[in-house]
């Protein structure tokens, strides 16, 4: 048994990396363990109750280990899992336990970016057919227009290992276009998927100029900041080690090592915890 009650961080792949690196900045005293389920990804093309299912399950097991907090650093399982989550599941099984999701925080500020009041909004299919951030960023600007592109085959690329290779070019610039042919006013396009980032500098070069592309990672790390500011009473549950743990639900882990150190700068050991 790992004697900590860390803070701990979801993603059906190896993508919420890129929000693990950034809360690890912000936290770095705060105890981590990071889950991915990477036997099941990617979660963008399957159903609502498919989603729901995997990530609870995932969610289950983190609470398991003691987390009092955890972040669903996955687009597609805060748009379709964590309402029901929030309401109906922790209520009956953890109610001393929060579970937090990426797109509210993301939309409580992408506003600020954008000068055209056009935003292009980058995601995968189950993301984008949620509507989540359409209905998000207009609670909080309802002035902005937001124009959707789903992107399906950027995360099996980005989860292959495939997305520095001169192949993913012709990927990147086939839904960069479809996205540019809604308005010619996009001024700033939300990477609203966490693997995206390892795509940025591919996504900048086929952009015009003065197009601005914003992460999250950083948008979350400070939102979770902000929120164990004004709940104590969470905040003092989490253990300050410093730790991180980083588990996975496949056994391929020296691949997953050797991917996941891309997403984060540093070295990398999974540890394999069974199929969910």
Known sequence: ?????????????????????????????????????????????????????????????????GCPLVILACNTASAKALRTIQQKDLPVTHPDRRVLGVIR?????????????????????????????????????????????????????IESGEYDKPGADHYVKLYLDELLQRSDQIDT???????????????????????????????????????LQRHPEIDQQITRQGTRRFCTTTDDTTDLDQHASMFISEEVEFEFIGQM
């Open 105 to 157: 925080p993301t939309a409580e500020v992408i506003g600020e970016y954008t000068h055209t009041g056009n935003i292009g909004v980058l995601g995968t299919q189950g993301t984008v057919a949620s509507g989540s951030y359409l209905l998000e960023i207009k609670k909080f600007f309802p002035e902005i227009s937001v124009h959707q592109q789903a992107c399906p085959l950027w995360v099996p690329l």
């Open 1 to 65: 048994m790992h004697n900590t009650r860390p803070i701990g961080i979801f993603d059906s792949g190896i993508g919420g990396l890129t929000v693990f690196r950034s809360i690890a900045g912000q936290l770095p005293g705060h105890d981590l363990l990071y889950l991915g389920d990477n036997s099941r990804a990617p979660y963008g093309n399957r159903s609502f109750n498919t989603i729901h299912q995997y990530t609870w399950e995932c969610v289950q097991w983190l609470l398991a280990q």
């Open 189 to 227: 396009i939300l990477l609203a998927c966490t693997h995206y980032p390892l795509l940025q500098h591919k996504i900048e070069a086929h952009l015009p100029e003065g197009v601005k592309v914003v992460a999250q990672g950083d948008i979350v790390a400070k939102s979770l900041t902000d929120y």
